[in-house]
C-alpha cells in the first residue's frame, strides 16, 4: 500500500496541500481529478518522494520511502523533455536503470531506429512512450502519471494507455493518474477523486 497521511506542504503562506490523505492499493487505479493550482503534481511529487511533506508522512509498506537507489514509485510527467537527459540517446535513456526485453519495446512500438537517435529527434508521444518503458523495471510497484497524455491526439493517447494499463494489470501495479480529463478518468481508473481547496474527497 502506498499511502499519504495528513501530509501539508506549502509555497508560500497558503498551503497548496493542507493535511491531504490518500492510499492506492496494489494493482488498483486510481484518478484524481481538480482544478489548476489544487496541488495535484505537487502531490505526485511528494508521493514518489520527489519532494518531503512539511507536515505528515509517505509510506510504502508502512515503511518509509528509500532515498537512494532505485525507488519502487516512479513519477511520469507530463513534458518527458524534463525527465531525460537530452544529450543521451534513446537506448541509453532505456536502459538507465534495466534493460527492458524487446516484447516490452513493441508493447510500446518503440522503434528499433529510435535506440540510436536524442530526446529532440522524437515527437512528444514517441518520447513519453520511451520515459513509460524507462520506469518499468521489475522491482517497480507503483506509477504515479502526472498528465502524461495531455499532450498526445485522441488515437495515441488511446494505444499508449491500453499499453500501460496492460502492464498494470498484468503486473498488479498501483497507479495514480493525474487528469484534467474526466471523460478519461472514467474510462480508465477503478476509482476517482477529487483534489479541491488541498483536500481529497
Aim: hydrophobic share 45%.
Amino acid at each position: 500500500m502506498l499511502e499519504a497521511k495528513g501530509v501539508t506542504y506549502a509555497f508560500s503562506a497558503k498551503p497548496v496541500l493542507d493535511r491531504v490523505s490518500i492510499r492506492i492499493a496494489p494493482g488498483e487505479v486510481v484518478g484524481l481529478s481538480g482544478p489548476s493550482g489544487a496541488g495535484k503534481s505537487t502531490l505526485a511529487r511528494i508521493l514518489a518522494g520527489h519532494l518531503g511533506p512539511q507536515e505528515g508522512s509517505v509510506t510504502l509498506d508502512g515503511a518509509p520511502l528509500r532515498s537512494d537507489g532505485f525507488s519502487p514509485v516512479q513519477i511520469l510527467l507530463q513534458s518527458p523533455e524534463l525527465a531525460v537527459n537530452p544529450r543521451w540517446r534513446v537506448r541509453d535513456i532505456l536502459n538507465e536503470a534495466f534493460t527492458p526485453e524487446q516484447a516490452l519495446l513493441d508493447r510500446f512500438d518503440i522503434a528499433a531506429d529510435w535506440l540510436g537517435r536524442y530526446p529532440h529527434e522524437l515527437s512528444g508521444g514517441e518520447l513519453q512512450r520511451v520515459t513509460i518503458v524507462r520506469c518499468l523495471d521489475p522491482r517497480l510497484r507503483y506509477i504515479l502519471a502526472d498528465e502524461i497524455s495531455a499532450m498526445l491526439d485522441p488515437l495515441t493517447q488511446a494505444r499508449m494507455w491500453r499499453s500501460l494499463l496492460d502492464v498494470v494489470r498484468d503486473r498488479k501495479l498501483g497507479l495514480l493518474m493525474v487528469s484534467h480529463d474526466q471523460a478519461l478518468i472514467e474510462r480508465v481508473a477503478d476509482r476517482q477523486l477529487a483534489l479541491a481547496d488541498a483536500v481529497v474527497t
